[in-house]
Nanobody, 117 residues
């Protein structure tokens, strides 16, 4: 079992920035995939950005150039830096990981991001 503790959501004006954090209870060295998804009201959950095995980073087209995914091994934390936020970025953001140990997928509880126009 992997617990994911998320933080960093909030209310921001359009054009502003937020940084989301996700701290897993298992070492990130033992995670195959780490990333963020989001779900807006009435919409399906969608991928925002993820690290897959190795060093490849995937970004959704709608965040390229604005969001940056990073990880700090010393703090065992995954970050999503979100710049130039738009009202359409408003959603609940979920941390998502896949464990190397049990090959299971785990989700965080979600953190609300609201961007006002």
């Amino acid at each position: 079992q992997v617990q994911l503790v998320e933080s960093g959501g909030g209310l921001v004006q359009a054009g502003g920035s937020l940084r989301l954090s996700c701290a897993p209870s298992r070492s990130i060295f033992n995670l195959n995939v780490m990333g963020w998804y989001r779900q807006a009201p009435g919409k399906q959950r969608e991928l925002v950005a993820s690290f897959s095995s190795g060093v490849r980073t995937n970004y959704a087209d709608f965040v390229k150039g604005r969001f940056t995914l990073s990880r700090d091994y010393t703090k065992n934390t995954l970050y999503l830096q979100m710049n130039s936020l738009k009202p359409e970025d408003t959603a609940v953001y979920y941390c998502n990981v896949e464990s190397k140990i049990d090959s299971r997928e785990y989700w965080g509880q979600g953190t609300q991001v609201t961007v006002s126009s």
